[in-house]
T-cell receptor, first 112, second 112 residues
Framework: AQSVAQPEDQVNVAEGNPLTVKCTYS??????LFWYVQYPNRGLQFLLK??????LVKGSYGFEAEFNKSQTSFHLKKPSALVSDSALYFC??????????FGTGTRLKVLA | NAGVTQTPKFRVLKTGQSMTLLCAQD?????MYWYRQDPGMGLRLIHY???????AKGEVPDGYNVSRLKKQNFLLGLESAAPSQTSVYFC???????????FGPGTRLTVL
């Protein structure tokens, strides 16, 4: 069965500091991994994905994520956080079926 | 190119009333999804469709029905609304293979 875990409900970081939002997954076969961001009263927006290839994936707004097969992780990172990055972040996985499984979300709060 | 749109944006129902949520996409995507988002539970899949005329059950299908008569539209129906169906509903679509989903802006439904 597919599953995604986002162990932190909330992450607080000071503006200008690096940020990490954690995600671990379980899937049969090759994983296809995604990060989405949700701003208040909005739908989810795609940030980046890992399908195959380089373990470090770069996405929108300066975000990147590192795929680690041995640790079954796909952590979202940004070298320097902005107050405008404050939002709800979702990790998702599919094992190649039609269904995606979403994590429960991590609220990122960037403090000025 | 409007992407994914949802109608209505807000709705208040009384227990036992019925309604239909409309999702439309103009990207010629084959796959469409209905999710509900509840605090602390992330996104849960209600129903999905892999093409015109097809539908399938997701994680939480009870109390909902769907139809995909046209490729661009995916309708979610509540025949007899219950307070447990108070939620924010998101529609999404995507192309094959393993591509990201595009989300609509959501419908906030309250059942009294």
């Amino acid at each position: 069965a597919q599953s995604v875990a986002q162990p932190e409900d909330q992450v607080n970081v000071a503006e200008g500091n690096p940020l990490t939002v954690k995600c671990t997954y379980s899937v049969s076969g090759n994983p296809y991994l995604f990060w989405y961001v949700q701003y208040p009263n909005r739908g989810l927006q795609f940030l980046l994905k890992y399908i195959t290839g380089d373990n470090l994936v770069k996405g929108s707004y300066g975000f990147e994520a590192e795929f680690n097969k041995s640790q079954t992780s796909f952590h979202l990172k940004k070298p320097s956080a902005l107050v405008s990055d404050s939002a709800l972040y979702f990790c998702a996985v599919t094992g190649g079926t039609y269904k995606y499984i979403f994590g429960t979300g991590t609220r990122l709060k960037v403090l000025a | 190119n409007a992407g994914v749109t949802q109608t209505p944006k807000f709705r208040v129902l009384k227990t036992g009333q019925s309604m239909t949520l409309l999702c439309a996409q103009d990207m010629n995507h084959e796959y469409m999804y209905w999710y509900r988002q509840d605090p602390g539970m992330g996104l849960r899949l209600i129903h999905y469709s892999v093409g015109e005329g097809t539908t399938a059950k997701g994680e939480v299908p009870d109390g909902y029905n769907v139809s995909r008569l046209k490729k661009q539209n995916f309708l979610l129906g509540l025949e007899s609304a219950a307070p447990s169906q108070t939620s924010v509903y998101f529609c999404a679509s995507r192309n094959y293979p393993y591509n990201e989903q595009f989300f609509g802006p959501g419908t906030r439904l309250t059942v009294l």
